[in-house]
């Protein structure tokens, strides 16, 4: 099985917090997956820790490598970047991940994500979706003592959401 691409500076263990959620189906394609992850302003529709999606410099509604977008979750207002775009290819992963930040540089409330998705096809017609987020930043440090453990519940909530959501447009 494949793994996330970690960029320097947020590699698992070197930062303030790491959460990683993973499911594997049956039923679905990467194909049939990648639009509602692909497309944040579907991801309301399915997973409710997410709201107010934009998109800067007029682009949008999908995803694409250096774009820039806002999003709110976990109460934080999110500025994100798309570092890491691979759409759905026969034979290799559809791979996704951004830059986000909340707070002004330098201050305590900075905060600072990679969050990477991993949708893999496997043997037998199964399906990976594997999302990880590595944190930096005093509020990463109190998300990581928190119990129970707000960005793992909220990320299976969004795993959950997306498998249900892709299972539903095929029906």
């Not at 793994?3 to 070197?14: C, E, F, H, S, T």
């Not at 790491?18 to 639009?35: A, H, K, M, R, Y």
């Not at 994100?80 to 909340?102: F, K, M, S, T």
């Amino acid at each position: 099985m494949s793994d996330i691409l970690w960029p320097a500076g947020y590699v698992p263990g070197y930062t303030d917090n790491f959460c990683s959620n993973e499911v594997i189906v049956t039923g679905l394609t990467v194909d049939e997956v990648w639009p509602f992850l692909n497309t944040p302003t579907r991801w309301p529709t399915y997973y409710a820790n997410s709201a107010d999606v934009r998109f800067h410099e007029g682009r949008g509604p999908e995803l694409a490598p250096g774009l820039r977008f806002y999003f709110s979750t976990f109460g934080f207002p999110v500025e994100a970047q798309v570092v890491e775009h691979v759409p759905p290819v026969p034979g290799q992963p559809a791979r996704l991940a951004w830059h986000g930040w909340a707070g002004a540089p330098g201050t305590a409330d900075r905060l600072d994500v990679h969050h990477a998705w991993l949708i893999e096809a496997l043997s037998g017609g199964r399906l990976r979706i594997l999302t990880q987020e590595t944190q930096c930043g005093q509020p990463a440090v109190a998300l990581a003592q928190a119990k129970p453990n707000p960005m793992i519940n909220g990320h299976q909530d969004w795993l959950e959401g997306l498998v249900a959501a892709a299972r539903q447009a095929k029906a």
